[in-house]
């Protein structure tokens, strides 16, 4: 079945780029989303990639994608401790409606 | 509203007994998803509503779980005879059939509790 993982953990200093990264199975995917929850709250949408491009830049966040090998990333330039949260990487399938698979999440700690 | 609500934000309940959690999705929005959030875990898919199609229940861990979405609105997630396993944040989620990105929006989740 489908699957989506990503490493649990990821500490940086302020000012210094995070990067977030993520692998998935399914290979007709269509998009591919970056979710973020911060401590106490719901998941909100930080960016989004279609399948068919290789990279979205979105002021600080840069999302590449390499289809080949199913692998997406997450960088955040100039992390803030704002930015202290944790990151899901989730892909919609393109056969399965629109059914989205979220992965373990990533908890991104900046220290100041 | 101006987003999900979910009801209750807490639930304390014993092993054995049922629960219903709920799920107000923002107005107009026609996809509906449960999610469960287990500590130290990802989220867990359970099931999701399109309109008016069968819902997709593949998810749903065992047959003590289950959903209806009554008028393509409001959800209710139902856990009967409930374990201590099933102690988790449950979280909804509603998406506009028109946007692109396909973007979901969460409501804050249920902390359900099994003693």
């Known amino acids: 079945g489908e699957d989506v993982e990503q490493s649990l953990f990821l500490s940086v200093r302020e000012g210094d780029s995070s990067v977030i990264n993520c692998t998935y199975t399914?290979?007709?995917?269509?998009?591919l989303y970056w979710y973020k929850q911060e401590p106490g709250a719901g998941l909100q949408l930080l960016t989004y990639i279609f399948s068919n491009m290789d990279m979205k830049q979105d002021q600080r966040l840069t999302v590449l994608l390499n289809k080949k090998d199913k692998h997406l990333s997450l960088r955040i330039a100039d992390t803030q401790t704002g930015d202290s949260a944790i990151y899901f990487c989730a892909e919609r399938s393109g056969t399965g409606g629109f059914k989205t698979i979220f992965g373990a999440g990533t908890r991104l700690f900046v220290k100041a | 509203g101006a987003g999900v609500s979910q009801s209750p934000s807490n639930k304390v309940t014993e092993k054995g007994k049922d629960v219903e959690l709920r799920c107000d999705p923002i107005s107009g929005h026609t996809a509906l998803y449960w999610y469960r959030q287990s500590l130290g875990q990802g989220l867990e898919f359970l099931i999701y509503?399109?309109?008016?199609?069968?819902?997709?229940k593949s998810g749903l861990p065992s047959d003590r779980f289950s959903a209806e979405r009554t008028g393509g609105s409001v959800s209710t997630l139902t856990i009967q005879r409930t374990q201590q396993e099933d102690s988790a944040v449950y979280l909804c989620?509603?998406?506009?059939?028109?946007?692109?990105?396909?973007?979901?929006?969460f409501g804050p989740g249920t902390r359900l509790t099994v003693l």
């Open positions: 989620a509603s998406r506009s059939g028109l946007a692109e990105s396909s973007e979901q929006f």
């Open positions: 399914d290979s007709s995917s269509t998009y």
């Open positions: 509503f399109q309109g008016n199609s069968a819902p997709d």
